[in-house]
């Protein structure tokens, strides 16, 4: 089924109410719908005027809504290895093609148990509800393997991810029982370089790992072994976005109406007021020039450890201000490697009157 005109041949078509615009798309990013059905999901876009490339059903059938040369809402607040001209959003909404499996994610109550696989969302160890994935089945994978072959013989495509590798914030799809490897052994070009998360796991429990640990070395100074979970997190920017051109707030409510955020389900933590100033003597002696902390949490908790010992990590925000988009980029970079970050879950952005950018960073530290 070759591509002509930028639509897959012999697969139906649906359309949506959102419309897109020209694009070369370069890169593949699959999500799941949190629906059952492609009828379903059809309902839940045009209410919110968002829009994937392709949808299939559990059993395989496929949709295309729009030809891949045209954009699509799909990534929402996002980035992907961007260089210049970081903004939120753009850098993977703009040539980029959404592929959508009908599947419920972690919300399995309407899925039946044999479809229901293995699962543990590791920062929210006390909520079962949230450890059971819905398993994919081979029927809706094959169909997504053959297009996305397809998509790769007839674009540049350089590299294949989730939606949980580009969200900044949002929903965490496909999720850990979703095989993105091979998606991407289809691809023979080399990957181009940056930070990368790595999900999949036999057991479906989720492992985020930075797999570009040099990179951690050469900007931070310091050797990170393994970076913690940047789950929703602009932890994978290599510059990071400020100044935003948008409004946001339409995005940030849509995103976090299904996108479970982490800070509310986060139980207490046992971090002391001594890690916390051992942590902001850190941040000072780390302050690149010109910058300036405008603001940090007070309220540090004294909550639980696990059996294992392991800290439960609590919500902690830390606001700065510099003058320049490379003075945030620097402490986000400082934020993200430092021991006592365990996840930068979103960041606020503004313009001050003096023209300097104002930045709220809002993390889950864990010492
Ligand atoms: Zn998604």
């Given at each position: 089924m070759p591509i002509v005109d930028g639509f897959v041949q012999g697969i139906a078509k649906k359309t949506l109410k959102h419309v897109g615009s020209a694009q070369a798309p370069t890169l593949l990013v699959i999500h799941y719908?949190?629906?059952?059905?492609v009828a379903q999901a059809v309902n839940a876009l045009n209410e919110r005027g968002l829009s994937y490339h392709v949808l299939i059903e559990k059993d395989g059938k496929a949709f295309q809504t729009?030809?891949?040369t045209q954009t699509a809402l799909?990534?929402?607040?996002s980035n992907w290895k961007?260089?210049?001209?970081?903004?939120f959003g753009a850098s993977v909404m703009k040539n980029s093609i959404g592929i959508c499996l009908m599947n419920m994610g972690f919300d399995v109550?309407?899925?039946p148990a044999a479809n229901v696989g293995a699962g543990k969302l590791i920062y929210n160890?006390?909520?079962?509800?949230?450890q059971r994935w819905e398993t994919f089945p081979a029927a809706q994978v094959a169909t997504c393997t053959s297009i996305a072959k397809e998509i790769i013989k007839a674009f540049p495509i350089s590299e294949v991810v989730g939606h949980h590798d580009v969200a900044i914030m949002g929903k965490f799809d496909p999720?850990?029982?979703?095989?993105?490897t091979a998606l991407n052994a289809l691809i023979t070009a080399p990957k181009p370089p940056g930070f990368k998360t790595t999900v999949a796991s036999k057991d479906g429990s989720l492992s985020l790992?930075?797999?570009?640990?040099r990179k951690a070395v050469l900007l931070g100074g310091r050797y990170v072994n393994e970076v913690a979970i940047p789950l929703w997190?602009?932890?994978?920017?290599d510059k990071w976005p400020v100044a935003?051109?948008?409004?946001l707030t339409a995005i940030r409510a849509e995103e976090l109406a299904e996108g479970n955020r982490p800070s509310r389900l986060i139980p207490k933590c046992q971090i002391t007021g001594d890690h916390e100033a051992v942590f902001f003597q850190r941040l000072k002696a780390n302050?690149?020039?010109?910058?300036?902390?405008?603001n940090y949490s007070s309220s540090i908790y004294h909550g639980r450890m696990r059996p294992d010992g392991v800290c439960d990590p609590t919500p902690y925000t830390v606001t700065v201000s510099a003058p320049d988009a490379d003075g945030i980029a620097k402490v986000a970079y400082f934020l993200r490697t430092d021991?006592?970050?365990?996840?930068?879950?979103s960041q606020e952005s503004q313009v001050l009157w003096d023209g300097r950018l104002m930045v709220k960073f809002r993390m889950m530290a864990a010492p």
């Open positions: 719908s949190v629906t059952n059905t729009r030809p891949f799909h990534p929402g607040l961007a260089g210049a001209g970081v903004d109550k309407s899925v160890p006390n909520d079962r509800s949230m999720g850990p029982l979703f095989d993105l790992k930075m797999s570009e640990r997190s602009s932890a994978r920017l935003p051109k948008g409004d302050l690149p020039p010109k910058v300036e902390i405008e021991p006592f970050i365990r996840q930068i879950d």
